[in-house]
């Protein structure tokens, strides 16, 4: 690219007036001032004759734009089930269109996807692979991109069982280590159901070690896994019984689970998800306030890793439409500090995207306390 030569004279004039113009940008999108409390929202269309997205995932890419991932289909488990894809580009705030990840034909039909950046720079999606019947004959597959999702590789399968599937995207716990969050949904009428933990490492995209750890809770399932600064492991879970929000802590680095128990947060048989927010040194959960609608979509934080949380506000809630329903959330972090959130919303209509920052959670937090 040819540049003109320009006087000596006006670098450092042009240079001043760059970095004015700079600021002024990120000032009135509210991400450059950090005392300012910012929060945006966003929706992602399915492509036309693909509604009804669910089991969504997301995760930053080089460039610090997003991949979200869904799977569609006109019925659960139904034959015309793909899983698609859509990019967000940060400078803009919007979607590009939709695109296949994995076609109709993989296998009978398909379900749940999880994202994850590995230390190589290579993501995964993990998904459920329905090969016979319904969500009991799914199994759990994975592909993986070297070029933030332009491209896939092969499916190769996880957990050859019957009946198990992902939910919740996979968390870092070591160099070329990761901890993927299963459940086992093989007999839901029944309760042949649970959760379980598979901890991987990896290299170069390759699994060399895999070892499984299970939760005695039944009860429990799609579990949603925080890494703590103490080093431990928060496991919290959908409760199949649709009571409360259930918990369980790993002190080995996923190896095993141990002192589970049930929280006090209600749970309407319906997914949640969880990060660790570090500047507030608080675990913060996405989740459905409720013991039998998916309406409202909560936050709640807690300061003393997953022992109590404190509801402080509602991501979404239709007071007047008791029967709408926000369900099955992800959170990500990203590396400018901004938190994202994604969601199935309005009945599945569409998915529902929203991103803040500190600041405004901390807001949300001092305004439930004064309440």
Known sequence: MHRPIKPAGTKAFIAVVAAILVAA??????????QKSFFRSDLVFPPKGFGRPHGASLIEIKDGNLLV???????????????????WEKATGKWEKPFTIVPSDYSKSLGNTALFRDDDQIIWLFFAAV????????????????????????????????GNLPRNMPIKTGDHQLLVPLFIDFWYEVGLTGSYTASIKYDHGKIIEKHYASLQDKDAIQPTVVKLPN??????ARDK??????????????????????????????????????ELKAVLLVYNHSLNKRNPLSMALSFDNGKTFERIDDLEYEKENPDATFSYPVLLRTKDGLIHAVWSHSNRDTLKHVYFNVEWLQQKLKEAKSK
């Open 241 to 278: 019984s649709g009571r409360f929000i259930r918990r369980a802590y790993s002190h080995d680095n996923g190896k095993s689970w141990v002192d589970e128990s049930i929280t006090t947060l209600p749970n309407p048989d319906s997914a949640i998800a969880a990060i660790y927010v570090e």
């Open 131 to 162: 090969q016979v019947g319904g969500w009991s004959g799914s199994m759990v597959d994975y592909i993986q991109s070297n070029d933030d999702g332009k491209s896939w590789n092969q499916g190769k399968r996880l957990v050859g069982w019957l």
């Open 231 to 236: 080093g431990s492991i928060l496991l919290l």
């Open 25 to 34: 940008c990120l000032s009135s999108t509210g991400w450059a001032d950090s």
């Open 69 to 87: 991932s869904w799977f569609s289909s006109e019925i659960e488990t139904g034959d015309d089930a793909q899983i698609f894809g859509s990019y």
